[in-house]
């Protein structure tokens, strides 16, 4: 079992990392995991301040759902997916991924260092690229540091390529790109 077996690449691989919650319900986040080579089993993720850390940092198990579902990006962007979302919670399992896997973690400064350890391919799918889908998670990278920072001028550069995405999306994408990006737009505002 390695990697390449889930679909990662070399570089960084947009994901829905799923985290237990102190209460035991599970917060969903968009995370990028780094992939120096899909050969192995072990990868990182630059992690800041948020509750995918802090859970990490209490019980180191991190579950990753491949999936290419941008309401789903959008939606566990800027909050967590409700039940509705998954059809498993143990594992946590979201409608429409096409694999999921787990991985042991251990922080080390801002890093994630993560072990795969086990997981299983639901769907072997293809699915070509979509200049929609992409268009919305650099957009949801650049929604999300908006909401962070607090610097007019950052704010400002910020916005204006979230807009450019946003004209990427309506030329490119479907109807659930076209959806994702309302969900980042009424976030923002």
């Known amino acids: 079992m390695r990697l390449r077996d889930f679909g990662f690449t070399e570089g960084i691989n947009e994901i829905i990392a799923i985290t237990q919650n102190k209460d035991g319900s599970w917060n969903t986040a968009p995370i990028g995991i780094i992939v120096e080579s899909s050969d192995t089993t072990t990868a990182r993720a630059k ?41 498993s919670l143990n594992p946590p399992i979201i409608k429409g991924s096409m694999a999921w896997c787990r991985f042991r973690a251990e922080m080390k400064g801002g890093n994630a260092i993560l072990e795969l350890t086990d997981g299983r391919i639901i769907e072997g799918r293809v699915r070509s690229v979509n200049r929609g889908f992409n268009a919305v998670i650099e957009a949801l990278v650049h929604a ?46």
Not at 63 to 69: E, K, L, R, T, V
Not at 158 to 170: F, R, V
Request: glycine share 4%.
């Open 47 to 87: 992690l800041y301040r948020n509750r995918t850390r802090v859970n990490l940092e209490r019980n180191g198990i991190l579950f990753a759902n491949i999936i290419d579902d941008p309401i789903v990006f959008a939606i566990s962007s800027f909050g967590n997916l409700t039940e509705g979302f998954f059809t």
């Open 144 to 189: 999300t540091r908006y909401l962070a920072i607090k610097d007019a001028e950052k704010r400002k550069e910020l916005l204006e390529k979230i807009h450019y995405y946003k004209e990427i999306a309506e030329k490119c994408g479907s109807e659930r790109e076209k959806k994702a990006f309302e969900i980042i737009m009424e976030k923002i505002s």
